[in-house]
């Protein structure tokens, strides 16, 4: 049996929803890369009593390792490392070694030189901060709060006690998994091979279809762990498997090739974002949004180095600018409305012709919640496509959700349009 790990990830305002958690996901992602399986993830407040029941209960499933994230700062509801060493009884003691990094970051921060005494409250602070279970590790900090290993006992789990800022976390994540409590409590992880098949315009139960047959047509295919996932309007299907299953993978991926090989389009992990720039192949790009506002030329100006090929783009949200900035006929928004494959046309026509780019995309349509026209239900949207040297092309889709969903769908929709005609060209 692999290592087995589990996450809690700890803050009252992660728990009521004022921010979203990236630690859980962030963490469990690192350790599966490690090989280690986690069995739980689970968010508490900033409430020592909740804490204390979630490590008992991870310690009661088996766990191998235990990761915390937050509560590692100097006021009084950072209460972390003091309740992980009253689970794992341990005495808190003083680490002077980690207390003079803190103190150095601090004085750094603050411009205060050595020679000139702290106020009281940083020297208590950074007193606190500086406190370790006996026997751990301390890992020293990205920011203020350094990390703590704790090594496993007879009876107990090893627990990685990490900050609850990402960019700390992730900053300390290469030294933590290093230290001696961590290798030995990973040591007996089992590295299995990850695969990801990415498609769109598949739906999972095309996907049950095709892999309850496959039950019977690729022997042994239990030995493949297979898990789905629609994001944004596609299907991941993540295979995980030891080394010796790579054949009977090989055949589940031949068999999804030949059932749904026009909906795969990438069977490297390869993201749409990915392809699309691959097959740009050195020509240059635009937008046009209207009801998308700008997320699809956001989603190109994500990647490092964009500005190779991703020139610029207009949000003409309002039709003056579609008209005015565009140059779309007003007569052709007077008489078929701004929702429509014409419209979109010349929204993309205009785009590569203002911006001067080979290629110009655009998007048009009704997010909601209100809007809707006859024939035009709350959902749709009209795209524009202009490759220089071809016909413009057009298409129009419904996409269901709220305005955020319709937002985002719209979006992958647009970079998909645009691969595809890449690709047939």
Not at 41 to 50: E, F, M, S, Y
Not at 210 to 238: F, H, K, N, Y
Not at 274 to 295: K, Q, W, Y
């Amino acid at each position: 049996m692999s290592t087995r790990a589990g996450i809690v990830v700890t803050g009252t305002e992660v728990l009521s929803g004022w921010i979203t958690d990236r630690n859980g996901p962030w963490v469990s992602a690192r350790l599966a890369d490690l090989g280690v399986d986690v069995v739980h993830l689970t968010v508490c407040g900033d409430r020592p009593a909740d804490l204390l029941a979630q490590l008992r209960f991870l310690a009661s499933e088996g766990v191998d390792l235990i990761v915390t994230t937050g509560g590692l700062g100097p006021t009084a509801d950072d209460l972390t490392v003091a309740t992980v060493a009253e689970f794992l009884d341990r005495p808190l003691e003083q680490d002077p070694a980690m207390r003079q990094t803190i103190e150095t970051v601090i004085r750094t921060w603050r411009q205060v030189p050595d020679g000139i005494a702290l106020p009281s409250s940083l020297e208590a602070a950074i007193d606190k901060q500086a406190l370790v279970p006996l026997g751990a590790q301390a890992i020293p900090p990205s920011g203020t709060a350094p990390g703590v290993a704790v090594p496993s006992s007879d009876t107990l789990p090893a627990v990685l006690v990490l900050p609850g800022p990402p960019h700390e976390l992730q900053a300390m994540w290469p030294v933590a998994v290093r230290t001696a409590p961590i290798v030995d409590a990973i040591a007996g992880r089992v590295l299995h091979e990850q695969k990801t098949i990415r498609a769109y315009g598949l739906s999972e139960p095309d996907l049950a279809v095709t892999l309850l047959d496959a039950e019977s047509e690729v022997p042994d295919l239990a030995d493949v762990e297979v898990t789905t996932c629609m994001r944004g309007g596609e299907l991941e299907i993540v295979s995980r498997f030891d080394g010796h299953a790579a054949n009977i993978y090989n055949r589940l991926q031949d068999l999804l090739l030949a059932r749904h090989g026009e909906r795969i389009f990438s069977t490297d992990a390869s993201t749409i974002d990915d392809v699309l720039v691959g097959r740009l192949n050195g020509r240059t790009i635009a937008t046009a949004e209207s009801c998308t506002g700008g997320l699809v030329a956001a989603r190109f100006t994500d990647r490092a180095g964009s500005s190779a090929y991703m020139l610029g783009g207009v949000v003409s949200y309002s039709n003056d600018v579609k008209t005015g900035v565009l140059g779309v006929p007003a007569e052709l928004i007077d008489r078929l409305g701004a929702v429509s494959e014409p419209v979109a046309a010349a929204m993309a026509d205009g785009a590569r012709e203002v911006i001067g780019s080979d290629i110009a995309v655009s998007t048009t349509g009704i997010a909601g919640p209100g809007g809707e026209r006859p024939g035009k239900p709350v959902g749709t949207v009209c795209f524009g496509l202009s490759i220089a040297g071809r016909e413009t092309i057009t298409v129009t889709r419904q996409f269901p959700g709220d305005r955020d969903s319709v937002r985002r769908l719209a979006t992958t929709a647009a970079l998909h349009m645009i691969a595809r005609a890449l690709e047939d060209g």
